[in-house]
């Protein structure tokens, strides 16, 4: 199998820490608000600024989903979006971009239902970097991790203010690509975030795993932003891009995309 998709995200951050700069990494729903809209805004999150893309795989029962991406799961699930349709955005992606990684987070549900090697393999030939998969903890990934990382594909796990040494640890064995720490304790999009306590987990993590850490749930402006990235080696922004994208005209979101993640950009690369 190819190394190539590993190869992605390794190397994008191999990049970043070189010119000693942040990854920013926006999250859209696949098929919100529209199957259409799907690529032009993976489009203009790259040219915002975008060095990884995480794409949302709606699902019907998320259970870390805030009001702002529940609303656009449902919104994509009622335009019909499925599995292989997030699969296909990223295939068409792919025909213009062989660069930007792309992450696919969601639940372990519709994995299931199209078969783990079966998932494997069309997520390699879409084009797929790696998976973060919200119910599956470190823990019980021990059949899935192989059968991923023989086609390429990073396991991405989620840490918490909650987590403890022992899953810490077991977060720094199990994954690659990146750690995604959830920088409070609720769902995405909730508003306060406590920067000191972010700021020394994220230490603490990275004293762990030589992986990157990134920090998402809360980050909704260009100084939080800016502040976290003091630390953390990636930005993760979903539920304030997606307001963005409903804020307005469909055909003008990708250019409300643009527009905001390049103010993200500018902060995070004057850390």
């Known amino acids: 199998m190819t190394d190539q998709t590993t190869h992605r995200i390794a190397e994008r951050f191999r990049r970043l820490r070189a010119a000693g700069k942040r ?4 999250y859209a729903v696949a098929g919100h608000p529209t199957h259409d ?5 993976m489009q203009a999150m790259v040219k915002g600024g975008a060095d990884i893309i995480e794409l949302g795989v709606p699902f019907s029962d998320p259970m870390a989903d805030g009001p702002v991406i529940q609303r ?3 919104a994509s699930l009622a ?6 349709d997030v699969l296909a955005a990223v295939a068409s992606f792919r025909q213009t971009d062989s660069q930007t990684p792309v992450v696919l987070m969601g639940y372990l549900n519709p994995i299931e239902r199209m078969g ?3 998932f494997a393999q069309a997520a390699q030939a879409a084009g797929v970097d790696g998976v973060l998969v919200v119910d599956l903890p470190p823990e019980e990934a021990d059949e899935l991790v192989p059968v991923w990382r023989a086609h390429g594909i990073d396991p991405i796990f989620l840490l918490a203010p909650t987590s403890t040494a022992e899953r810490i640890a077991a977060v720094a064995k199990a994954a690659s690509g990146y750690v995604y720490y959830v920088s409070l304790n609720g769902v995405t999009g909730a508003a306060l975030i406590d920067l000191d306590a972010v700021l020394a987990r ?6 762990v795993t030589g992986l990157p850490v990134g920090v998402g749930f809360g980050i909704r402006d260009a100084a939080t932003a ?5 630390r953390a080696d990636a930005i993760v922004i979903g539920s ?13 979101a990708p250019a409300r995309v643009t527009q905001f993640l390049s103010t993200i950009r500018q902060a995070i690369d004057t850390h």
């Open 116 to 118: 783990t090697h079966a």
């Open 226 to 230: 800016k502040a976290i990235a003091a």
């Open 72 to 74: 656009a799961t449902e």
């Open 79 to 84: 335009n019909g979006t499925r599995l292989r």
């Open 240 to 252: 304030k891009l997606i307001q963005i994208i409903e804020e307005g005209p469909v055909a003008e």
């Open 23 to 26: 990854a920013l990494i926006p």
């Open 37 to 41: 809209a799907t690529l032009a805004i």
């Open 202 to 207: 994220v230490e603490q993590i990275q004293a």
